[in-house]
């Protein structure tokens, strides 16, 4: 089955986990992806947090699947020529190096578009061209900082709080990709390459719209119903951390359930969905709540809303989290048990849907790894291993035309 991508040819010139996750998912969907490493060490991450001695780390392969390894010192003038070759038949080069990294090695935007003027360049940096923090070197939490999500993550009475997730990372790898395609559609048109630039800082903040909704309504109102502060503590000038309070107009809240003394993860995630009252109250086996008067309306619940969720605790207290989904789901109340990375790693519906995937590995034997997340009517993406540290440092450059001697005596592709 031929793949939307194939064809499109890119330079990966990423390493850690947000340039990676981009070329990554563009690689599932059929691109070539020529992954070019310094020689003797490469990525970092390919030794970053090892489980296996002298295996590449899942930080690597987890992030590097169906790509190509070509290992090569671009620092180097032999080093540079043969990547001159690659430019000028790619289609796109992506990179997330230190600020000013590239133009230091000599290949500026201009110099790119001078080789290349069809190429479309792709970077991500910690904050945008010409922001006054734009010199900084950035990883994940430091963006999630930076981005708004940390001040509005965790408890009121805790510190600001970083999120598992990696939205500073994997998530900006996403923005890239959506900006690259769009670049690689307007290139259709246009027959021209341009630059694409996606911050971290602004990726992390686009995800924290909502917290910039309520930015404005605490400014213009003084109190937001719907975080745990209203209406019986204070708020401040700027929102505050919400804890496990819903983002929209439902309240919801994580609640014990049966197992919770032992298991830190015996929780379900419970929605009060304003027009689900009713629902709500005959799966509890409280009809009187119905049309009480205190209950009736979000309004009237918000004041006593924590009153509520205990009351939903007790009902959860002999109920397992998989079985209080079961009996809630039938009431469609919008809930889902806590899951564990156990439980979603030998989740059978993970499994079915290549969700969560296992990958054979030529040195570790297989891993596990989440597959793409996109799924399509006409194409299921497929999941390779990720490359050896210049596995195919032979293959590209045959491609571009040196002889098998010239790559023996090629020493810009290896270890020195
Ligand atoms: N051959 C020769 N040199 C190479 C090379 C190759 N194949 N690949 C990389 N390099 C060099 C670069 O030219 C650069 O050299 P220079 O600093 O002397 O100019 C150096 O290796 C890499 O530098 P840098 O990217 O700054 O690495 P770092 O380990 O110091 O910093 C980050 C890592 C992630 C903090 C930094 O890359 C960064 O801020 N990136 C942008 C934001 C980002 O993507 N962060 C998230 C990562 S998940």
């Not at 230190?98 to 991500?124: C, H, Q, T, Y």
């Not at 708020?235 to 919400?242: E, Y």
């Not at 086996?285 to 979000?298: L, Q, R």
């Amino acid at each position: 089955m031929t793949k939307p991508l194939e064809g499109i040819k890119i330079i990966d010139f990423t390493h850690v986990q947000a340039g990676p996750a981009c070329t990554q998912l563009l690689a599932w969907f059929g691109a070539d992806v020529i992954k070019v490493e310094r020689p003797g060490s490469g990525d970092v991450t390919r030794n970053q947090l090892r489980d296996i001695p002298d295996a590449d780390a899942l930080y690597f392969t987890m992030l590097n699947s169906n790509k190509k390894s070509l290992t090569l010192d671009t620092k180097k003038p032999e080093g540079k020529e043969v990547l001159e070759k690659l430019i000028r038949e790619s289609d796109v080069l992506v990179e997330n190096f230190g600020p000013g990294a590239l133009d230091r090695m000599g290949f500026s935007w201009e110099r790119l578009n001078e080789l290349n003027p069809k190429m479309i360049v792709a970077s991500v940096k910690g904050f945008s061209d010409g922001h006054h923090y734009d010199d900084l070197k950035v990883y994940e939490n430091v963006a999630q900082c930076a981005g708004g999500a940390a001040s509005t993550t965790g408890f009121w009475d805790g510190p600001p709080t970083i999120s598992a997730a990696a939205l500073g990372d994997s998530n900006t790898g996403m923005h890239l990709a959506i900006g690259i395609l769009t670049a690689l559609l307007g290139r259709d048109k246009t027959g021209k390459g341009q630059k694409v630039a996606v911050s971290m800082q602004d990726s992390v903040l686009n995800l924290c719209r909502v917290k910039l909704r309520d930015q404005q309504r605490l400014e213009r109102v003084g109190y937001l119903e719907e975080y745990p502060q209203y209406p019986h503590g204070e708020f401040g000038d700027v929102v505050p951390r919400g804890g496990n309070a819903g983002g929209g107009g439902q309240p919801g809240w994580v609640l014990k359930c049966k197992g919770w003394e032992t298991d830190p993860n015996a929780y379900i995630y419970f929605t009060i969905q304003g027009h689900a009252w009713e629902p709500i109250c005959k799966a509890l086996g409280k009809p009187e709540w119905i049309d009480d008067p205190s209950y009736k309306t979000a309004q009237a619940r918000q004041p006593h809303i924590f009153d509520i969720f205990k009351t939903i605790e007790a009902w959860l207290a002999d109920k397992t989290k998989f079985e209080a989904v079961d009996i809630l789901r039938k009431f469609d109340i919008p809930c889902a048990p806590v899951l564990t990375m156990k439980e979603l790693a030998n989740d059978p519906s993970l499994r079915a849907s290549g969700t969560i995937v296992e990958v054979p590995h030529k040195k570790r034997g297989s891993y596990l790894t989440v597959g793409s997340p996109i799924k399509f009517s006409d194409m299921k993406p497929e999941v390779t291993a990720s490359p050896l540290l210049g596995e195919h440092t032979e293959e590209v450059l045959l491609g571009l035309g040196y002889s098998r001697q010239d790559i023996f005596n090629l020493r810009e592709i290896k270890a020195v």
